[in-house]
């Protein structure tokens, strides 16, 4: 009888405890699907190397952005904590490509591809 009823508590305790993360999982996704990233005007950038964080409660990220010619020649991941994060830093290959931190986020890892592009633009945006 002891038995059963200790069961049936840790049941409902790991219940409330999935029901938990996800709402908060949930509102997260939210906030990070809200997170704006700007585009940058390479124009008034200098060629060099420029470093940028962006932090959110469940990731973060520090780039170092290589620019040369008014133009993004190499971003590098200096730190990136998330979940998803090895298949979110994809995202440096677009930025590269597009020349912006505005572009769309790799797919099942949106919200660490936003805290990569923004940790970019951040690098960017200071530097002017």
Known sequence: ??????????????????????????GYMRKVRNIEINDVNLTEIEAGEYVGEYATKLGSAKVKVTVKDHQIIRVDILEHNHVQGKKAEKVIYSVI????????????????????????????????
């Open 1 to 26: 009888m002891k038995r059963i009823k200790l069961k049936k508590l840790i049941y409902l305790s790991l219940a409330v405890v999935i029901i938990l993360a996800t709402i908060g999982y949930r």
């Open 97 to 128: 490509e597009e020349q912006t931190p505005n572009v769309d986020a790799i797919a099942g890892a949106t919200g660490s591809s936003k805290v990569v592009c923004k940790a970019i633009e951040n690098a960017l945006s200071n530097q002017k």
